[in-house]
């Protein structure tokens, strides 16, 4: 009887070795994978996405389209596109209204100096109206 109780406490030992050993081989992949992930290329990583990095898109487009910032697409030239900056500058105030109640103190202060910024700068490209 000692014997089978011997056996038993072997095989119950067995199980909680392979357990483990299971447990430890899932460990290290998910550091691996960690690893990897935080070895990426920095081009690869893109950031989190949130409010003030699509109005700070918005708003590159804006400054692009008023010929402020070189336009990428266009061999880095200064163009000028006054009606795609004010579709801009109207998507921008889209999505402060439709957010309203709905940001943070810091997303509703970037958005407004972002609108503002856009608004004077379009003011200056457009030029006076008669």
């Known amino acids: 009887m000692a014997d089978q109780a011997d056996k038993e406490k072997k095989i119950i030992v067995d199980e909680d070795w392979k357990s483990q050993v299971e447990r430890e081989r899932e460990l290290e992949r998910a550091r691996q994978a960690q690893a990897e992930q935080a070895a990426a290329a920095p081009e690869d990583q893109l950031p989190p996405p949130d409010l003030i990095f699509l109005a700070t898109s918005l708003y590159v487009q804006g400054m692009v389209a ?37 940001r943070t103190p810091e997303e509703t202060e970037a958005l407004e100096n972002m609108l503002h910024e856009l608004r004077m700068a379009f003011i200056g490209c457009a030029g006076p109206q008669t």
């Open 66 to 102: 008023m010929g402020l910032i070189p336009n990428p697409m266009a061999d880095n030239k200064h163009t000028v596109n006054l009606r795609q900056a004010q579709h801009v500058i109207d998507t921008l105030q889209m999505l402060q209204d439709k957010t309203e109640g709905n």
